[in-house]
């Protein structure tokens, strides 16, 4: 898009692109040969020899600011004002407001940005996915783009993985935008609808991406299909309902997106879904008839259960025993296709969706674990009577039926951003997908001090309670002795309890957090770097957690992860890994995984069982071989999550015609 299509979008209310599909041609060009030439692209504009000179140059426009005082020093940013809204992000002007911002960033917060933050600050502002080390100071780097386009006048959205890290940078930053004449607001979970529109009306907004999404959809059913200015003060002048009161968000002007890859990827396999809800009339006892009959059912005789794509298939021998018991009851029972959708969901509650793995029960309430992030989904249901399905198998009262109002794909909703950046420690795998989806490209960005992060050999074992044993053993070896801290990192709630019973067993003592103790995270993440300190989390303890290193942990060693289980994507893994040796500290990592975890068992089965068998010989298992039976299991999981986005993406295009929530549509 030319800059000046991109002003004019910017300039009208409720700012957004349009997101027509492909044309056929253009769709199969990018399934052939969008994967081959993404790493060409993404190194055509942002060579790091380009970024370095950027930076050279911002270093140039430093001189002699530190003899200005604090009035001069915020004249000469004000004065930016104008020439940014008028010229534009020329590389020029753009390299004296980072020079500006530099130094005041050093005299109100005490840091100043490294030559890598402004690389990584000036090609987020291009619109560019910029990949930076874990712990490379990536919330300070996104400061110089945000505030760059804030003082041109642009609304900026700041986006991050959760609650913690929007209130934590959104208030660890205020005294900068203070300084610079720009308000900050945070929108987080549970906030009131007042209070979401004062915060949408600063200059800087940081927010989730899940609450930023569910408030453009509230907003598009709001509007409905009559959202053009001319729309909206037409009803004013007629004294109709003033629509746009209602309205919380000032449009998608500029994003920044924290942890993209997260977003991007790993929670784009699902569909976010406005809803209303209505009283429940027969379904508890309708559930439980469902429940009891599935209980009934035989796997491979009447089902067919697909653990790698998460799903049931039932047979003509299930469907024959569905009807027979269905012959006598009501309801849903007397329809053929509603009876086996409920009868397959039911499946699905009891073998696919697991307790403190997929969903914990606090409070009589059957609760959404995300597992990219460890952390509960509060107020989130699955759809199509599967979350009053869980609620009976678990003995919970019934929650309300759920009707669709609205629904969206991050893929879509990220693409209507009049401008758009990302940035995340990895995005290298997934370079392709980003380019072809998001139309942004990756530049990486060189590290300001060597990485000091020490490997260990992974180490593979046949069973979980052998795992768990040798993970106590190197515990015991590292922390019990005072010397260093050690962080545990397990892929659910339920592993978390094991690791922290097997710990409790020996005495060690340790914190745990996870979706069901997650009220002291702070505390537990403010002490994670003391000597001798045992941490055990799920994801909650990954992406953007800072764990600061207690006195003389350097000397010893620096931080240990311990890694219990590969995820889905390496990327993850990797996310656990930047825990430790961040900004040139010294620190470790570890692998223990075991034959039974979940993702050996579900997708690379055969693997597993030929790993198994050379182990029964007694021969050891080499390194290569772990780490090929890592990748064999890892590629079949992403090819298969790859699959789910693009049926997503496909499927939400197809009803964006039946679903009032995208306005107008080209």
């Known amino acids: 898009m030319l800059v000046a299509d991109a002003a004019e979008i910017a300039a009208r209310p409720h700012a957004e692109r349009a997101d027509p599909p492909l044309p056929w041609h253009d769709e199969l060009a990018q399934g052939l040969f969008g994967a081959a030439l993404a790493p060409w692209r993404r190194f055509g504009a942002q060579r790091p020899g380009r970024l370095q000179a950027f930076a050279d140059r911002v270093a140039q426009h430093a001189q002699g600011l530190d003899a200005l005082d604090d009035a001069e020093l915020s004249g000469r940013l004000q004065a930016l004002r104008p020439r940014l809204r008028r010229e534009g992000f020329a590389e020029a002007l753009v390299a004296d407001c980072f ?133 909206l003060a037409l009803e004013r002048l007629g004294g109709g309902p003033d629509r746009d009161q209602r309205l919380v968000m000032r449009g998608l002007h500029f994003a920044i997106v924290d942890e993209a890859d997260s977003v991007f990827i790993d929670e784009a396999r699902t569909p976010l879904i406005l809803s209303s809800t209505r009283p429940n009339t027969e379904s508890a006892e309708h559930c439980g008839q469902a429940l009891d009959l599935a209980r009934e059912l035989v796997a491979g005789e009447d089902y067919r259960l697909d653990a790698r794509l998460r799903r049931v298939e039932l047979s003509t021998a299930g469907k024959q025993k569905i009807d027979a018991f269905a012959e006598p009851l009501s309801g849903p029972w007397t329809s053929t296709r509603g009876r086996e959708a409920l009868v397959s969901q039911a499946l699905s509650a009891l073998l696919l969706f697991r307790r403190d793995e997929h ?127 050690v962080l545990i990192g397990t892929r659910s709630v339920k592993a978390s309890e094991e690791i922290s019973a097997v710990l409790h067993a020996r005495g060690i003592p340790h914190a745990l957090l996870n979706a069901k103790q997650d009220q002291d995270e702070a505390r537990v993440i403010a002490q994670a770097g003391q000597a001798g300190r045992v941490t055990v989390a799920t994801n909650m303890a990954g992406r953007g957690t800072d764990i600061h290193l207690g006195p003389g942990v350097a000397e010893r060693g620096g931080l240990h992860v311990i890694l219990t289980e590969f995820h889905e994507s390496r990327r993850i893994d990797r996310q656990l890994y930047g825990r430790c040796a961040r900004q040139g500290d010294p620190g470790s990592c570890a692998v223990f995984v075991a034959l039974e975890d979940e993702l050996f068992a579900v997708h690379a089965p055969l693997g597993a069982r030929l790993t198994r068998a050379w182990r029964a010989s007694g021969r050891p298992l080499p390194e290569p071989a772990i780490q090929g039976l890592r990748r064999l299991a890892q590629s079949a999981a992403e090819r298969k999550n790859a699959r789910v986005r693009i049926r997503n993406l496909k499927h939400d295009r197809q009803l964006d015609q039946l679903l009032a929530f995208s306005g107008r549509q080209p």
């Open 359 to 485: 969903y914990v029960v606090a409070e009589g309430k059957v609760q959404i674990v995300d597992e990219s992030t460890g952390r509960i989904l509060p107020d989130r249901s699955w759809e199509r009577g599967l979350h009053q399905l869980i609620e009976a198998k678990e003995g919970c009262s019934l929650s309300d039926e759920r009707r669709t109002l609205a629904r969206i794909t991050y893929q879509r909703l990220f693409r209507r951003y009049v401008r758009l950046a990302g940035m995340t420690g990895t995005a290298r795998e997934v370079a392709p997908e980003i380019r072809s989806v998001y139309r942004l490209d990756v530049a990486a960005i060189p590290l300001h001090r060597p990485s000091r992060r020490i490997h260990e050999t992974p180490r593979l074992f046949a069973t979980c309670a052998e795992k768990w044993q040798a993970v106590a053993d190197a515990v015991q070896r590292l922390a019990v002795a005072g010397e260093r801290p």
């Open 99 to 231: 020079a500006l911002l530099q130094e005041a960033s050093f005299r109100v917060l005490g840091r100043r940005h490294y030559p890598s933050q402004l690389m990584g600050g000036w090609a987020l502002l291009q619109g560019r996915l910029v990949e930076m080390a874990t712990g490379e100071g990536k919330t300070l780097t996104a400061v110089l783009p945000a505030c760059t386009a804030a003082l041109a006048g642009q609304p900026v959205h700041v986006v991050t993985v959760n609650d913690y890290l929007a209130q934590r940078d959104a208030a660890d930053l205020a005294p900068l935008y203070s300084f610079l004449g720009l308000g900050v607001g945070t929108v987080v979970q549970g906030m009131a609808q007042p209070a979401r529109r004062a915060a949408y009306a600063q200059a800087v907004t940081y927010c989730t991406n899940k609450e930023l999404a569910f408030d453009y959809l509230r907003d598009r059913v709001a509007l409905g299909h009559r959202d053009s200015p001319l729309h």
